[in-house]
């Protein structure tokens, strides 16, 4: 089975950064997701991590360490628009299992 | 543009019934994923399909079945709908084997009195 944390809640300030962590115990594992999901929309994809290190796509970034069960999704020059849950999630052969989801509240 | 579309977009019906869920996608894809989304819960997978005949259980699949008779359509059936199924559905899509990353539909919301 799968097991996966992330917190619950997040606030920051517009224009700061935020670190959203990821832990996972797994029975298989063939990559790390972040989806991004607005109130009352579908999750959207942000970034994939299959091997070990950072991804840089824009403001959004992803890290992963297979051996520690550990990720994270870093968000720069935090907007308004980025107020939004952020979902973690194990690919195991082509099926996700997601975490509950962290709600991040940026602030003017 | 390719995309998935899912049918109706909110449902309400009452317990026992049957109720089925339209998921369409025009992606081509082989892979097609049913989950439900639920507060504090996050999305939960209820049934996926890895092509057309293939259908497998997920971690909440009780209650619920599909059928794949093509590459498009994955339907959701709550047998007999029960309060406890009242939650927010979301379909999915990935290509083959080499794919990445899961295309979601807009979501159903389903409210069983």
């Known amino acids: 089975g799968q097991n996966i944390d992330q917190p619950t809640e997040m606030t920051a300030t517009e224009g700061a950064i935020v670190q959203i962590n990821c832990t996972y115990q797994t029975s298989g594992f063939n990559g790390l997701f972040w989806y991004q999901q607005h109130a009352g929309e579908a999750p959207t994809f942000l970034s994939y991590n299959v091997l070990d290190g950072l991804e840089e796509k824009g403001r959004f970034s992803s890290f992963l360490s297979r051996s520690k069960g550990y990720s994270y999704l870093l968000l720069k020059e935090l907007q308004m628009k980025d107020s939004a849950s952020y979902l973690c999630a194990v690919r195991s052969d082509y099926k996700l299992s997601f975490g509950a989801g962290t709600t991040v509240t940026v602030r003017a | 543009d390719a995309e998935i579309t899912q049918s109706p977009r909110h449902k309400i019906t009452e317990t026992g019934r049957q109720v089925t869920l339209a998921c369409h996608q025009t992606w081509n894809h082989n892979n097609m994923f049913w989950y439900r989304q639920d507060l504090g819960h996050g999305l939960r997978l209820i049934h996926y399909s890895y092509g057309v005949q293939d259908t497998n259980k997920g971690e909440v699949s009780d209650g619920y079945s599909v059928s794949r008779s093509n590459t498009e359509d994955l339907p959701l059936t709550l047998e007999s709908a029960a309060s406890s199924q009242t939650s927010v559905y979301f379909c999915?899509?990935?290509?083959?084997?080499?794919?990445?990353?899961?295309?979601f539909g807009p979501g159903t919301r389903l409210t069983v009195l």
């Open positions: 999915a899509s990935s290509a083959g084997r080499g794919g990445n990353e899961q295309f």
